[in-house]
């Protein structure tokens, strides 16, 4: 099993322009998420999706968007990068929504936008 | 609401010596607590978890963690470090607070070990 796997690693972007980070999991999980790590700041959550066809905001959404787009895949997009949208973006996924479950996390992107 | 604070942003400590990252959690319901571990350029993994019972918690590589009702702490503690437990430690609280049960993070401690 590959686990949770994300591409790209690594991604340069201009000011204005839009990407996609794609995440698939092949652990047959029901719930993903789409964090962001900032230096002195840990993991923030953007988005999740409890499980496939629902998704709701975390605790940093703006300039972001995301699809399930079945069970193993959920990506996120950003319409107009922005400086301030430097950053390591995390993918993961859980079993289930169930709280004392171990969330699993892929690689990483990482992102930097002039 | 939950949060996490891990006092520490760096702890330096010499291979074989003992070390102790701290933890500290508050949330209005119950909670399970996580430690997890980010080497360098990597994702992150985990260490271990409480979710009931014994307070006293082993995971891998040779942690072990104590979760204190009282004290609201889960402090991760290893008896002696080798080079390879270089990495950045993050805690981590998750409960029944609806919204998907979130992972709350704490800002992570960077355990740098020294020859």
């Known amino acids: 099993n590959a686990g949770v796997t994300q591409t790209p690693k690594f991604q340069v972007l201009k000011t204005g322009q839009s990407m996609t980070l794609q995440c698939a999991q092949d652990?047959?999980?029901?719930?993903m998420y789409w964090y962001r790590q900032d230096p002195g700041m840990g993991l923030r959550l953007i988005y999740y999706s409890a499980s496939e066809g629902t998704t709701d905001k975390g605790e940093v959404p703006n300039g972001y968007n995301v699809s399930r787009l079945n069970k193993r895949e959920f990506s996120l997009r950003l319409e107009s990068a922005a400086p301030s949208q430097t950053s390591v973006y995390f993918c993961?996924?859980?079993?289930?929504?169930?709280?004392?479950?171990?969330?699993?996390f892929g690689p990483g992107t990482r992102l930097t936008v002039l | 609401a939950q949060s996490v604070t891990q006092l520490d942003s760096q702890v330096p400590v010499f291979e074989e010596a003992p070390v102790e990252l701290r933890c500290n959690y508050s949330s209005s319901v119950s909670v399970y607590l996580f430690w997890y571990v980010q080497y360098p350029n990597q994702g992150l993994q985990l260490l271990l978890k409480?979710?009931?019972?014994?307070?006293l918690v082993k995971g891998i590589n040779g942690f072990e963690a104590e979760f204190n009702k009282s004290q609201t702490s889960f402090h991760l503690r290893k008896p002696s470090v080798h080079i390879s437990d270089t990495a950045e430690y993050f805690c981590a609280v998750s409960g029944l607070t609806g919204g998907g049960n979130k992972l709350t993070f704490g800002t992570g401690t960077q355990l740098k070990v020294e020859l």
């Open positions: 652990m047959n999980h029901n719930s």
């Open positions: 993961a996924s859980r079993v289930d929504p169930n709280p004392g479950n171990e969330q699993f």
């Open positions: 409480y979710l009931s019972g014994s307070t």
